[in-house]
């Protein structure tokens, strides 16, 4: 019984002191809360030419503009030097390009249209090529792809030839040599014209004067031992650049 008794007494001063300790912490958090809601109504307003978000802490990232740059003051001389007038945006990690493939105007067939994403992570890194297309037409169930020279003219993707071939060289199969830089494995489809691509290319690149950029990308009736056998155009598109911005996080 004396056993019981002691627990209990125990158990009771136990609580007792854990709800005092409880109550000094809620005084002590309002009263920073009350602290700083004071330093912040009695903190001085922005004026309105001054931008919002200008209390913020700088972002290295963040694009300039090189009109807002001032000259700062140099410590040792007491003298105003200027600083650079822009500053330079640093290179992300990667640069990437799409290209929105649609029917040939000239050669309509089955209305084949589709996706592809060109992703690289630096001049010398291969070239992953990602992409989707539907409505393919199934007469052949392999069709040539390569990327052109010239721009899609929504006319004819007949105006996109020749193919992309800065180095001179004879036709070949991707990543192997001799053969051009815009010859890329062929695109195949399934029974219902639903094809999906993920290869890797290592001569096309989205760097240098060799860029591929601003140049086009076409899929063919067929494939075969040469693309002058492939047959005519099906689908066409202009590929464009992304912009990407690199964040610190």
Sequence with gaps: MLSKLTFAATLLSATAF???????????????????????????????????????EEDPYEEKDPDTFKPVKDEDEGEEKDEEKFMPWPWPGYRMSYCKMRWNPAHTTTYPYGMFYLKEHGPWAPLRIRGWMRRMPTSSPRHGFSIKKNRFDYRDCKSTEPTWDPYNQPYGQMNTWPSQVGDLDPVVH????????????????????QTINRRSMTIYEEFADHENWYGRPVACCNIRAFWIIKYPW
């Excluded at 809620?26 to 922005?46: F, G, H, N």
């Excluded at 014209?193 to 240098?208: D, F, K, R, V």
């Design 190 to 209: 399934d029974t219902l014209g639903n094809a999906y691509y993920y290869e890797t290319a290592w001569q096309p690149t989205l760097y240098g004067w």
């Design 18 to 56: 854990a709800e005092q300790e409880l109550e000094s912490v809620l005084v002590d958090e309002t009263r920073e809360l009350q602290i700083k809601s004071s330093s912040i109504r009695d903190a001085p307003t922005r004026s309105s030419s001054e931008p919002a978000g200008s209390d913020r």
